[in-house]
């Protein structure tokens, strides 16, 4: 034993319980009543977090960390990111390869994962975006499975750039069963996203306040349907990713009933805690918000936080992919079409989603644990390593005090301008972060700078 943390509270389906927390060689030997392990060994360190609730460290299922887009533009990069993450309390991150045209899956993957060795303070996986779906990229799919890469990403999204036909997603759902893997889709239709936009182009409507008009409400839920549909013909376990609107919901809750495979659907933190509004305001704020799906209203944003708190919506991601809000502004002189998609939120997540739901009551401590822990760690294939604070896990450990109140600032290097949320009051903060039995953050600082291994992962849970 090197490690024990004494004073805090676990959680429990029946609310935070007192209990002590023993972690040997990086993993959690024992968890247990106040007073009752064994006593330490010489030299252990003691840590007191008296007031505290520990949390297993938060699996942040959606991330793009350094992502390159086109003309060298690329997304904050893992070093930033993964700081980021770590302040706010999520020490595993599963990031999307996006191979280039005409790149094999393989070369993509070991591309990402060049970029994150020695970069990423988190531990981390990866998913593979499969954006042309011939033979020739198929065929890896079984490879990759195996090599610990079990979840892949189609776009019916983004018209000649990532976009596959209703067949094209067929063959890749077929693909990816027979492979025991699960397909991600981002679920907009974008031939619909396509035409919208050229009318707002044509009429000279290209301000970032437009960038909502080009991603209607129909495209979403169509695309949703139409991915529902695909998974019940072609048995293909799927996840729905960045939901954001009641309609997309109420059709995942349909197809359930009737679904032959597993259908989950994820919700990302600005689809919740950030509304439409933000594209009424400012060209900066607007300019902020542009990601995709866009920021719904807040009868979308107040439905998928109820689907969050009865299960209807399995975890809560953030699609974190955040970019200085000058490049953001620069690429806009072209119109809001040329602004790159995303926004940040690796950082906030557990405090955010404690606000916006524990604080009040409405969402039990439990629920926020399995949203932000334990259901993204299972589901996507990290089971006995991450997720949950028991024997034999990895003591990614966070302690988090739920009656802190402050101001919220953007975490990390990211520029902060951009930040969706900063000023907001905000309550709950992470204090103390664990990571493998060592401390990762104290006093808001990011006091390691070990980096984090790449975790290959099993669907099938062994
Ligand atoms: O706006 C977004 N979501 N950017 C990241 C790429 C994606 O579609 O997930
Ligand atoms: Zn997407
Ligand atoms: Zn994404």
Not at 44 to 72: I, N, Q, R, Y
Not at 242 to 253: G, I, K, Q, W
Request: glycine share 10%.
């Amino acid at each position: 034993m090197n490690l024990v943390i004494t004073g805090g509270s676990v959680m429990t389906p029946d609310g935070p319980e007192p209990a002590d927390i023993a972690v040997a060689g990086g993993r959690i030997a024992a968890v247990a009543p106040p007073g009752a392990l064994p006593p330490a060994d010489a030299g252990a360190e003691v840590c007191d977090a008296s007031g505290l609730w520990l949390l297993p460290g938060a699996v942040d299922a959606h991330t793009h960390f350094g992502m390159p887009l086109k003309g060298g533009i690329r997304s904050l990069g893992w070093r930033k990111s993964s700081e980021a993450a770590l302040l706010g309390g999520t020490t595993t991150v599963i990031d999307f390869a996006n191979p280039d045209r005409g790149e094999s899956l393989t070369a993509a993957v070991d591309r990402w994962k060049t970029a994150a060795t020695g970069r990423c303070l988190c531990d981390y996986a990866l998913h593979c975006t499969v954006s042309e779906a011939v033979p020739d990229r198929l065929t890896e799919i079984p490879a990759l499975v195996a090599a610990g890469i079990p979840t892949f990403k189609g776009f019916l999204a983004y018209k000649g750039r990532l976009m596959l036909t209703p067949d094209e997603m067929r063959a890749l759902m077929h693909a990816v069963r027979q492979a025991s893997g699960m397909l991600l889709v981002h679920a907009e239709d974008g031939e619909m996203n396509a035409q919208a936009e050229q009318v707002l182009v044509n009429t000279g409507r290209t301000t970032a306040n437009w960038h909502p008009a080009a991603h209607p409400p129909e495209s979403e839920v169509s695309a949703v349907k139409r991915t529902l549909e695909l998974a019940r013909e072609t048995r293909c376990p799927v996840t729905i990713v960045h939901m954001s609107l009641a309609e997309s919901l109420a059709a995942l809750r349909e197809a359930r009933t009737a679904a032959t495979a597993a259908v989950y659907g994820e919700v990302c933190l600005h689809h919740l805690a950030a509304d439409d509004s933000l594209y009424r305001m400012d060209q900066d704020r607007a300019l902020a918000a542009v990601c995709s799906p866009p920021l719904r209203g807040t009868a979308d944003t107040a439905a998928l936080l109820a689907g969050l708190i009865a299960g209807d919506l399995d975890w809560l991601a953030t699609d974190h992919c955040e970019f200085p809000l000058e490049l953001k502004r620069t690429a806009a002189h072209g119109g809001f079409t040329k602004v790159p998609n995303g926004c940040g939120g690796v950082g906030e997540r557990l405090t955010l989603l404690h606000d916006l739901a524990v604080a009040s009551g409405a969402m039990t401590p439990w629920r926020w644990q399995e949203t932000c822990c334990q259901k993204p760690a299972e589901i996507m294939g990290l089971t006995g390593r991450k997720g949950r604070l028991q024997p034999g896990y990895d003591a990614d450990i966070v302690g988090f005090d739920p009656r802190r109140e402050f101001r919220w600032r953007p975490l990390g290097a990211s520029d902060g301008d951009g930040n969706l949320y900063r000023g907001r009051r905000v309550r709950g903060q992470v204090v103390r972060v664990w990571k493998g039995g060592r401390t990762a953050v104290a006093d808001g600082r990011v006091v390691t700078g070990e980096p984090g291994s790449f975790l290959p992962r099993r669907l099938d849970g062994k």
